[in-house]
Nanobody, 127 residues
Framework: QVQLVESGGGLVQAGGSLRLSCAAS????????MGWFRQAPGKEREFVTA????????VYADSVKGRFTISRDNAKNTVYLQMNSLKPEDTAVYYC????????????????????WGQGTQVTVSS
């Protein structure tokens, strides 16, 4: 059974920082890309960022570029999302996801191509 468990969400003031973690268990995902997505109330789930299996290649949504940083520790089967300079519009439930499909980096933003998802962690940014 595959499990992805996010943690680190919470309430923060605008301009503040949070670090999310996503721990994977049940199988090894060190060979596959992992990503973060978010969903705000009344909106569709959207891509935030993804990282290659090695951690050397990353892709970011324009809305978070320069503020968010994704990283991974394959020895711990964990992916991280460091979020700085948070804005109220970053408020959402954040999900981590992993795919065992052989995706190119141009496909990492496609929600439908990820086949394992966490339960999500709430991030609320107050103005």
């Amino acid at each position: 059974q595959v499990q992805l468990v996010e943690s680190g969400g919470g309430l923060v003031q605008a301009g503040g920082s949070l670090r999310l973690s996503c721990a994977a268990s049940g199988r090894t995902f060190s060979s596959y890309p992992m990503g973060w997505f978010r969903q705000a109330p009344g909106k569709e789930r959207e891509f935030v960022t993804a990282v290659s299996w090695s951690g050397t290649s990353t892709v970011y949504a324009d809305s978070v570029k320069g503020r968010f940083t994704i990283s991974r520790d394959n020895a711990k089967n964990t992916v991280y999302l460091q979020m700085n300079s948070l804005k109220p519009e970053d408020t959402a439930v954040y999900y981590c996801a992993v795919t065992n499909r052989g995706l190119s980096s141009s496909q990492w933003s496609k929600t439908a191509l990820y086949n394992y998802w966490g339960q999500g962690t709430q991030v609320t940014v107050s103005s």
